[in-house]
Every structure is written in structure tokens, then in C-alpha cells.
């Protein structure tokens, strides 16, 4: 390791992540569970943040709808920013960091289903929390143009596409979310770590893709709202899909 680089070199990053996971793994279950209600809430107030600027603007929307995309993905990234600073269980990055150590020999192969499990619910808990709590309940996004633009933004994402659409999407969304965690590792000073996680996701917000736990705020509160979606049909079109993988 070089002091004087600004950057650790991948094999570096590679066995910080490796580090991360088994100290991941060695936390108390019930902590690991509370940190990712935590990582759910943090996600959701940057996608609270997406949903004031894109659904705010209608008229931006309707004559220049890639200039929303991208305004909607630079704001987003903050979600992440704070979880990764403060050290919280995020889903979709942990699919990268315990497979690793696995492949490593550092962790036993069990460890990925007990923590993807207790993440997952972690997840879900503090994405509906803040759906319920701090975006309905308070009033702040419950009538238009914020309503309607939810109701035909969780039919978008989650019934129009094909199943197979879906988990692409999935895929693209993923790999630059761990792009993102993995330069975010591999930074040495804050305001690094910082940039280098939000290039990555506000592309992948902006482009479109699909991250699971960001909708596991998004779609649900669009049924809260009254999308044309229902519970059952999120979870077996959207939620397996996206991050169980099961093509029905």
C-alpha cells in the first residue's frame, strides 16, 4: 500500500471489501437487521428527493423528459452516500462483498443466505417506514402533481415492462451500484468516497434502471397512493425479479 496514493490499487480494494464482509458477518444479527432498516431509510430520502424534482416538474417532463431523468439522478446519489459513510447493510451491495469473501475462503457459504435474508427485511422495513411515515403521512407528496406522476411511475417500473425487462434492468442497475461501493473503498478521504459514488448511481437512475431496494420505497407508496398495482403483483413481478431472480 502506497501512503501517498490517494487511491488503494484493486487487489487492495479487493481485500478491503473481503475485511468488510467478515466483520459483516461477525456482527449480532439483531445489529445487522437495524443497520439495514437504517440503509432503507437513507436509500428512500434520496428517492423522496428524485420524486420532488421529477415529479414536481410536469411540464419539464413533457418537453424534456431526458433533462428530468438527469436532473431527478444527480440528486439521488445521496441515499447511497450515507449509507456507505455511516456503514449501514445495504442489499445489492453485499451481493458483491459476501461472495467474495466466500470465493476467498474468508467466510462459509452460509453466510451469504443468513445475511441476504435478515438484509432484505431490514431493507423492506425501513423503505416502508419511510414510505408510510415521512412521505405519505406527513402530507408531503399526497396530492398532484406528485400523485399522479408516483401512480404512473410505479405502473412504468413495474407492470408494463416484460419479466425479463425487469431483471435486466436489475442487472445494470447492480453492477454500477457496486461499481460505486467499490471505488467508494477503494477512496481514502471523504469527499472522495463521496464522488465516486455518485457518478455511478446517478447514471443508473438516470438511465433507468431498477434498483430493488430504491423501489422497495417508490412502488410501494405508489400503492399506498393508489397505483394501478397491487401488493401480490409487486412482489411476484417486481420483487423476485429484481432480486431473487425467478422468472415466473
Known amino acids: 500500500m502506497d501512503p501517498s496514493s490517494s487511491t ?3 487487489a487492495e480494494v479487493a481485500a478491503a471489501l473481503i475485511q468488510q464482509a467478515v466483520a459483516k458477518h461477525n456482527t449480532r444479527y439483531d445489529k445487522t437487521f437495524f443497520k439495514a432498516v437504517l440503509a432503507g431509510v437513507m436509500l428512500s430520502f434520496g428517492g423522496l428527493f428524485d420524486l420532488i424534482i421529477t415529479g414536481g416538474s410536469p411540464s419539464l417532463n413533457t418537453s424534456n423528459p431526458g433533462l428530468l431523468k438527469v436532473l431527478g439522478g444527480f440528486v439521488f446519489p445521496v441515499g447511497l452516500v450515507m449509507i456507505v459513510l455511516q456503514g449501514f447493510e445495504l442489499l445489492t451491495s453485499n451481493f458483491m462483498v459476501f461472495p467474495m469473501a466466500v470465493l476467498n475462503g474468508a467466510l462459509p457459504w452460509w453466510s451469504i ?4 435474508i435478515i438484509v432484505t427485511f431490514g431493507n423492506l422495513v425501513g423503505s416502508l417506514f419511510f414510505a408510510a411515515i415521512l ?3 406527513d402530507g408531503l407528496i399526497v396530492a398532484d402533481p406528485y400523485a399522479s406522476y408516483i401512480q404512473d411511475f410505479v405502473v412504468a ?3 408494463t415492462p416484460a419479466w425479463y425487462q425487469i431483471f435486466l434492468r436489475g442487472i445494470g442497475c447492480n453492477w454500477l451500484v457496486c461499481i460505486a461501493v467499490w471505488q467508494a473503498a477503494g477512496a481514502r478521504d471523504t469527499i472522495s468516497k463521496i464522488v465516486a459514488i455518485w457518478f455511478p448511481i ?3 437512475v438516470a438511465c433507468g434502471f431498477d ?3 430504491a423501489n422497495m420505497f417508490s412502488l410501494p ?3 399506498m397512493l393508489h397505483a394501478d398495482l397491487t401488493t401480490a403483483y409487486y412482489i411476484k413481478k417486481y ?3 429484481t432480486n431473487l431472480w425467478i422468472p415466473f
Open 113 to 116: 443466505p443468513v445475511n441476504w
Open 211 to 213: 434498483h430493488v431496494v
Open 135 to 137: 412521505a405519505k403521512d
Open 8 to 10: 488503494l490499487q484493486p
Open 221 to 223: 407508496l405508489g400503492i
Open 157 to 159: 417500473k413495474a407492470v
Open 202 to 204: 446517478w447514471v443508473f
Open 239 to 241: 420483487l423476485l425479479y
